[in-house]
């Protein structure tokens, strides 16, 4: 698989702060990348060196196999980039930024086209309207269409759906997917569990500038060693299925179990044959990328 993105022992301090201390990975074409972390992490440092924003204190990065420290205008001309805050100008409408800064880039961009990319980002319908009358979701959504007036091969969303309601920011994961769906790569920084469990096709956990892992949602989960949880009401004991190999641990209340198991289905199997279990009560916890982040870093993500 094609790697678009190579970044080796990068590093980056402010003073005696250290942002990004010796960071490698690779992107690879096609996918949702994305960073995970708290704040101060080093996620926004990171992204801002492999768009060519911010020089390195160390470290190589290549973005489309062009190294960015000797051809940044090159690298910038082929990727989209969504900062966490973009200035947009109060006296020009929706489609007249997106044409501003088609021009920018070079780009014919005339109202047509304008309003077609702000129709691929929901925003159509509000493509005469100034950014002081746009909702939060709405400024996203143009950012976004700004981000893509050059057409670019990796699109980068720093912190996209921060400071969103819960719809919006599900409305703008929809937008996302499709222009995944479209071929392109896009790179993504967050610190929602949930953004990152619901759009990632692999993320990376960062803390401390530093990458505590890498691997897709559910191999981190996996990789945390974390078990899954089986919720279910027996009128008989189910403790003699501690022995089972998968079985981690089984809790009582009553008639009310809970058993911790790395198998959830060889686990259900077994309940199947034993007498008094409701199976109408079951219920299945799945470990979650939260859980991971807890495991695998020492503490929450809000922490």
Not at 7 to 36: H, M, N, W
Not at 51 to 73: A, F, H, Y
Not at 227 to 233: C, D, G, S
Not at 281 to 300: C, K, M, N, V, Y
Request: proline content about 4%; charged content about 25%.
């Amino acid at each position: 698989m094609t790697h678009v993105i190579q970044v080796q022992q990068l590093t980056k301090s402010y003073g005696p702060v250290r942002a990004v201390d010796g960071l490698s990975f690779t992107v690879r074409s096609g996918e949702i990348f994305g960073l995970l972390g708290p704040n101060g992490a080093g996620k926004t440092t990171t992204l801002s060196i492999i768009e060519g924003i911010l020089p390195p204190d160390e470290g190589r990065v290549e973005v489309l196999g062009l190294d960015v420290s000797v051809r940044p205008r090159e690298v910038k001309r082929r990727i989209g980039v969504q900062l966490q805050q973009t200035s947009l100008i109060r006296e020009l409408r929706a489609w007249e930024q997106v044409a501003l800064f088609g021009r920018l880039y070079g780009v014919r961009m005339d109202r047509k086209r304008a309003q077609e990319l702000l129709a691929r980002v929901g925003l159509d319908a509000r493509a005469n309207a100034y950014p002081d009358a746009l909702s939060g979701g709405q400024r996203k959504r143009l950012t976004l269409a700004l981000a893509l007036v050059n057409d670019p091969d990796i699109l980068f969303l720093d912190e996209p759906t921060t400071g969103l309601d819960p719809q919006a920011r599900r409305a703008l994961w929809d937008i996302v997917r499709d222009i995944a769906a479209q071929g392109r790569t896009v790179v993504l920084t967050t610190h929602y569990l949930e953004e990152a469990e619901a759009l990632c096709h692999r993320v990376g956990l960062m803390d401390g500038g530093r990458l505590i892992a890498l691997d897709t949602p559910a191999g981190l989960i996996r990789r945390a060693g974390l078990a899954a949880v089986i919720h279910v009401h027996a009128t008989t004991s189910l403790q003699h299925l501690a022995h089972r190999p998968e079985v981690l641990a089984i809790h009582q209340e009553g008639q009310r179990f809970r058993i911790h198991t790395r198998d959830v289905a060889a686990t259900l199997q077994a309940l199947t044959r034993e007498t008094g279990v409701d199976a109408s009560s079951i219920h299945i916890q799945q470990p979650s990328l939260e859980d991971a982040f807890i495991q695998l870093t020492g503490r929450r993500l809000h922490a």
